[in-house]
């Protein structure tokens, strides 16, 4: 997204003519905080940027400077090409489609790039939505958290928990992270400590008008691939050893969720031993009642009690 964004201020700046950095950030839809880094960093990468004091001033070029992209390599051009997840920019509300700003910024490429280019937009599509067209309508929480992460301001939010728990806090939003197609807020609590929040278990939220001061070495990249190996870490693991057959087999590879790779074992021209990894004892009584007789428990062996009980308590439900 920084590197799009610079390439758009450069953009700007191409015509000769000095623009402010109120211009460009309602432009680019970010803070003037924001644009007087992403100068900082033009002019560091070498690009003759030039400030302007006084009433009418801001940012130009030196000398009417133009250059086009040739001074990126062409693999680096091609990975600012690839294309967006359109749901993405809905849910942020960013306006123009990717469409738009890839047309927009083909006009600044070299002509011996624009064919590599044209060709990855025609064969690389990207789809973060889900395979039925239920339609899913926007939390409203979006906006909100959008505009506090932008301009440094708490909100004050109702937040359910998983147990539906519900409970009001105070954050200050650091920024948004799209994993797959959920939406989360990274922010702090009142006690300056990280969080991570569900952007869909928000069922009440107001922007306030207290701002806070931003950690100047938070890095939100960073953070989350911390917060996720922590989290991942911290799951519980119940794990299974099982033979299936060969549907079962084939079930449990398309999931992918369950099966570890490394202790598939052939045990004979039907049955495969397959080890299974779950959160909970009671998760993986469900799944294996699930399959039927295409599953058969090798250990635990009180687990097969379990599993036993469950099918009893079926049996009974349909008497």
């Known amino acids: 997204m920084r590197a799009e964004r610079l390439i758009k201020i450069l953009l700007l700046l191409q015509h000769g003519e000095v623009v402010s950095a109120r211009e460009i950030s309602k432009e680019l839809e970010v803070s003037e905080r924001t644009i007087h880094r992403d100068m900082g960093a033009l002019s560091a990468a070498g ?5 302007e004091r006084g009433q009418a001033g801001g940012w130009r070029l030196v000398d009417n400077w133009k250059q086009k992209l040739s001074w990126l390599k062409e693999k680096e051009i091609l990975s600012l090409f690839l294309p967006h997840a359109e749901k993405i920019i809905n849910d942020l509300n960013m306006g123009p489609s990717s469409k738009d700003t890839r047309d927009k910024l ?4 070299p002509e011996e790039t624009k064919q590599s280019v044209e060709k990855l937009w025609e064969r690389v599509h990207v789809d973060m ?3 039925r067209n239920n339609k899913i309508e926007i939390n409203p929480a979006m906006k909100v958290m959008k505009e506090a992460v932008m301009n440094n301001k708490k909100v004050k939010i109702i ?3 998983a147990n539906a728990e519900t409970k009001e806090y105070v954050i200050k939003p650091l920024g948004l ?8 807020v990274v922010s702090m609590n009142s ?3 990280f969080r991570n929040y569900k952007i869909t278990r928000i069922t009440e939220c107001e922007l306030m008008d207290e701002q806070f001061n931003r950690p100047r070495d938070f890095n939100l990249f960073d953070h989350w691939e911390n917060s996720k190996k922590q989290f991942v870490q ?3 693991e119940f794990r299974v050893k099982v033979t299936v057959s060969p549907f079962a087999l084939e079930r449990i590879r398309f999931t992918g969720r369950f099966v570890q790779a490394d202790d598939v074992k052939v045990r004979d021209h039907y049955w495969t031993e397959l080890e299974l990894t779950f ?7 469900n799944f294996i009642v699930g399959f039927g007789n295409q599953v058969k428990i090798l250990s635990p062996l009180n687990l097969i009690d379990k599993v036993k009980d469950r099918a009893r308590e079926i049996l009974v439900l349909y008497r």
Request: aromatic share 14%.
């Open 159 to 161: 937040y359910q928990k």
């Open 177 to 184: 992270v799209a994993k797959s197609s959920t939406w989360y």
């Open 234 to 236: 911290s799951l519980p």
């Open 47 to 51: 690009i003759p940027i030039y400030a």
């Open 129 to 131: 939505g889900r395979w």
């Open 191 to 193: 006690s300056d400590e």
């Open 279 to 285: 959160n909970t004892e009671d998760e993986a009584v």
């Open 106 to 109: 083909l006009l600044s490429l």
